[in-house]
């Protein structure tokens, strides 16, 4: 029986706690610029989404929270015979280079105001892959066959600074606050293997991988909204 009032008691306490938390959630867009050694290999900007879910307690200025997000760092398309065999059948080929990241996130902001200044630090896991598709040329997105050619993970870590500010508060519902959200953060990427626009090329009828290997720093600018409930 004490164990049960031991369990029933902190149960409630989590409840209350919980019912004392502010939490945010996210959609961003970002461009992600490669820096150092991973600039010298891809010199090209990057294009993805990116969203973010935390909860900061009633009170405090910190901010716990998860980040994932998607980036398409270069891509190339041709049009070829389906094969050897079926020459006079033609499918679009397509090859991106994306880019996935997943971080823990500490985030330093005020809890109330219209502008919310913040300051952020992460950690966690970069992914990068290349994809050959091989798409139905009359029916734009319908896939045939896809490979992977090349995939490879890094260790990564960074932070940022950034602004938001309130641009709609209801006076009744879930969601007590709307943001505009925008920031800047650098992330420093370890070591990884990848390929980029191009490095898939066909020579004499035989397929030819160019790769690269670098840390994988990004310096990433992103706007989106933040909503807090």
């Known amino acids: 029986m004490r164990y049960v009032l031991v369990a029933a008691c902190s149960i409630l306490l989590l409840a209350q706690n919980a019912a004392a938390q502010s939490w945010q959630a996210g959609v961003d867009f970002l461009i992600g610029s490669p820096q150092g050694e991973f600039r010298k290999n891809v010199d090209k900007v990057g294009?993805?989404?990116?969203?973010?879910?935390?909860?900061?307690?009633?009170?405090?200025?910190?901010?716990l929270g998860l980040e994932f997000g998607f980036m398409n760092y270069g891509s190339a398309e041709r049009r070829e015979p389906f094969s050897t065999t079926i020459p006079d059948v033609f499918v679009n080929v397509s090859t991106t280079n994306n880019f996935v990241s997943g971080h823990a996130l500490v985030r330093i902001q005020p809890n109330t105001g219209v502008f919310r200044p913040y300051l952020q630090g992460m950690v966690g896991y970069n992914y990068l892959f290349t994809e050959t598709k091989i798409e139905n040329i009359n029916v734009p997105g319908q896939e045939v066959a896809s490979s992977n050619n090349l995939s490879d993970g890094a260790f990564s870590y960074g932070g940022g600074a950034g602004m938001m500010f309130r641009v709609y508060s209801p006076d009744d519902g879930d969601i007590s606050d709307v943001f505009i959200d925008l920031g800047v953060r650098y992330s420093?990427?370890?070591?990884?293997?990848?390929?980029?626009?191009?490095?898939?090329?066909?020579?004499?009828?035989?397929v030819v991988y160019d790769i690269m290997k670098s840390k994988t720093d990004l310096l990433i600018f992103q706007i989106g909204a933040s909503v807090r409930f």
């Open 47 to 63: 294009f993805g989404l990116t969203g973010n879910v935390g909860y900061a307690p009633e009170g405090t200025p910190v901010m």
């Open 188 to 206: 420093f990427g370890g070591e990884a293997e990848y390929m980029k626009e191009g490095s898939v090329r066909n020579v004499d009828g035989k």
